[in-house]
Nanobody, 121 residues
Framework: QVQLVESGGGLVQAGDSLRLSCRVS????????MGWFRQTPGKAREFVAT????????YCADSVKGRFTISRDNAKNTVSLEMNSLKPEDTAVYYC??????????????WGQGTQVTVSS
C-alpha cells in the first residue's frame, strides 16, 4: 500500500515562511503525480498545488501563486510545499495526495493524514 506522511506544519506569524514535506512509501514514487490540498472548518477541501511525475510541470491555485512553490525529489521519495509570505487566510490543515495530477480531488488515490498550519496576525 502507498502511504503518505506530512510534516513541517506549525504556528507562525503573518509574513513568515514554512516548508511542508511529504514522504511517500509503498510504491515507486516516480510513477506518482502529486498534489497539495488544504481544508478549514466549515469549508470544502481546496486545491493548492500539483506536480507531474518528473517535476517538469507544476500548477498552483491563484490564491497562492507567487508565494507557494511545489517541488519533488524522486531520489528521496518526497514532495515539498515551500510557503512564503504566509497570510492568516492560509491557516488550514494541509494534505498531501498522490496518484493524480491536477485540481480534482477524486483523481488522487492516496492521501496523508494532514498537517496543521496556523498563521497569526
Amino acid at each position: 500500500q502507498v502511504q503518505l506522511v506530512e510534516s513541517g506544519g506549525g504556528l507562525v506569524q503573518a509574513g513568515d515562511s514554512l516548508r511542508l514535506s511529504c514522504r511517500v512509501s509503498g510504491r515507486t514514487f516516480s510513477s506518482l503525480a502529486m498534489g497539495w490540498f488544504r481544508q478549514t472548518p466549515g469549508k470544502a477541501r481546496e486545491f493548492v498545488a500539483t506536480i507531474t511525475t518528473n517535476g517538469g510541470i507544476t500548477y498552483c491555485a491563484d490564491s497562492v501563486k507567487g508565494r507557494f512553490t511545489i517541488s519533488r525529489d524522486n531520489a528521496k521519495n518526497t514532495v515539498s510545499l515551500e510557503m512564503n509570505s504566509l497570510k492568516p487566510e492560509d491557516t488550514a490543515v494541509y494534505y498531501c495526495a498522490a496518484g493524480g495530477y491536477g485540481v480534482i480531488q477524486s483523481r488522487y488515490a492516496y492521501w496523508g493524514q494532514g498537517t496543521q498550519v496556523t498563521v497569526s496576525s
